[in-house]
């Protein structure tokens, strides 16, 4: 459904409080996000055991456990994990991981917080942070396709 099938469907005037068409396709539910993609990279000397989820509106796509090489500095990707290519849309993305010192960490993409639909690449960093040394960034796909 379009836009202007949902207008006339709906009738303009049972969306006073909707302005332009990123907030009438969130309330709709018609907006979605691609995640194309979750990477693990380590960037600490030592090898690390990441717990990996990926969960697409609330149902578990993907659960492994990975042994991270020890890394550089630098960080080099050691897994890309994508799955669900054949169906990267979802109105709500979440990815969790952890490693055994910590406890969950969890980043969200949630298509009604956005103001278009986007493309997201996941990277979940060990690193020597004060904070943790685990962190879940995310990244666009333009960014990423410009650098291949």
């Given amino acids: 459904m379009n836009r202007r099938q949902a ?7 049972a969306l006073p409080s909707v302005t332009g068409c990123a907030n009438l396709e969130a309330e709709l539910g018609m907006r ?3 995640l194309a ?13 990441v717990s990996l989820e990926v969960l ?3 149902t578990l796509v993907h659960q492994e456990s990975y042994q991270l090489d020890p890394g550089s500095g630098r960080g080099q990707a050691q897994y890309t994990i ?19 010192e910590i406890e969950w960490r969890e980043a969200t993409i949630d298509a009604d917080r956005g ?11 060990t690193a020597e942070w004060t904070e943790t040394p685990l962190q879940i960034l995310l990244g666009d796909c333009e960014s990423d396709n410009r650098k291949q």
């Fill in 7 to 13: 207008l006339a469907a709906l009738g303009t005037s």
């Fill in 32 to 34: 979605s996000n691609t």
């Fill in 37 to 49: 993609a979750v990477t693990l990279v380590n960037r600490i000397a030592d090898p690390f055991k």
């Fill in 56 to 58: 697409r509106d609330g």
């Fill in 82 to 100: 994508n799955e669900w290519k054949e169906n990267p849309n979802a109105r709500r993305w979440t990815v969790r991981a952890k490693i055994p």
């Fill in 115 to 125: 103001s278009k639909t986007d493309c997201y690449t996941v990277y979940v960093v």
